[in-house]
């Protein structure tokens, strides 16, 4: 009973801690307000998707080899893992991010195993990180690139801006920003321009664009040019003021970012602490740490503490994140 329930202790600490380091996501709010502003704005995505459209994509369906269909019917929800694998830009499948869990945890239960640990104990260990790792890569690769992109896109609305005033169509000046600006930028510039050479509408494009990428930087450029359209005017001296709020809120960021960078650090140490005294203890004088894994009343104490633990990283992981 000892073991289960130090077992289950680690696994809802990996649990939280998963959640606590998982990607951060669009606020109740901004996801309505962003609403409600496409809802005023008619766009065109009543449309089926067509499969050449689906493939320009770039993400990795289910059905692309047996392996992405095993585990498209194991996984809840494979479509949204498709998806987060195609925001990271990498070409990533289902089947792929399948054995990699699948490696990761069944290496690091043998690596518990080995360790003396006991095999109720690995085991749930072996499996939140098997889950908890590539997740833990997927989210990073994500959020790196899209932060690579909001770093670059004013700089791609600037050259939108003068593409339009020196009398470029649009269309053909979202191909020059797709062709001239590198990185995540230049990329789903490219593939939106691909999409409208198919026979998607612009809307529906950038939409779509918006859709996977998820980030409010380019939904208010997709509603900025879409209510243009609708509406008319200068399209150029708004997209020129959507690049000058942009910077602004990014300056924002890097500004809260250096002023929590305090909590940050002390929410580091706090949860390190106490592995790091784990592991000195353990090579001072290993009997006496290893009645944590023999005592069940230790195994007790020591699973409740992680869970404890593991909710107060969860806890300060949220307090220190800032939304703009």
Not at 199 to 220: C, I, K, V, Y
Not at 233 to 238: D, H, I, S, V
Not at 288 to 316: E, H, N, S, T
């Amino acid at each position: 009973m000892a073991t289960l329930i130090l077992a289950g202790g680690v696994f809802l600490t990996l649990v939280l801690v998963m959640a606590a380091l998982s990607a951060p996501k669009t606020s109740r709010s901004q996801s309505r307000q962003l609403a409600g502003l496409r809802g005023r704005v008619a766009f065109d995505l009543d449309k089926p998707v067509s499969p050449m459209v689906a493939a320009s994509r770039g993400i990795a369906l289910a059905s692309d080899t047996r392996v992405d269909q095993m585990f498209g019917r194991l996984l809840p929800n494979p479509e949204k893992l498709a998806k987060r694998l195609d925001r990271t830009g990498r070409d990533w499948t289902l089947g792929q991010y399948g054995i990699a869990c699948g490696v990761v945890a069944l290496g690091m239960t043998i690596l518990l195993v080995m360790l003396h640990l006991s095999l109720l104990l690995a085991l749930p260990m072996g499996v939140g990180l098997g889950l908890l790792v590539p997740h833990m890569v997927v989210s990073k690769t994500i959020s790196r690139r899209t932060n690579r992109f909001i770093t670059r896109f004013p700089d791609a609305i600037e050259l939108l801006v003068r593409g339009l005033r020196s009398g470029l169509p649009i269309s053909e000046t979202m191909s020059v920003v797709g062709q001239e600006v590198p990185g995540p930028v230049g990329e789903e510039f490219r593939a939106v321009s691909d999409r409208m050479r198919i026979g998607r509408t612009m809307d529906n494009a950038l939409q779509e664009t918006a859709d996977r990428l998820e980030t409010p930087e380019f939904q208010f450029f997709v509603i900025a040019i879409a209510i243009q359209r609708e509406t008319g005017g200068n399209l150029a001296e708004t997209l020129s003021n959507l690049a000058e709020v942009l910077r602004k809120r990014a300056q924002m960021k890097l500004k809260i970012k250096a002023m929590s960078s305090e909590s940050k650090a002390s929410a580091y140490i706090i949860g390190a602490l106490p592995f790091i005294v784990f592991g000195l203890i353990w090579m001072i004088n290993p009997p006496y740490m290893a009645k944590f894994f023999v005592d069940p009343r230790l195994m007790i104490i020591g699973g409740g503490g992680l869970l404890w633990m593991g909710l107060g990283v969860f806890i300060m992981s949220r307090m220190i994140n800032f939304e703009i």
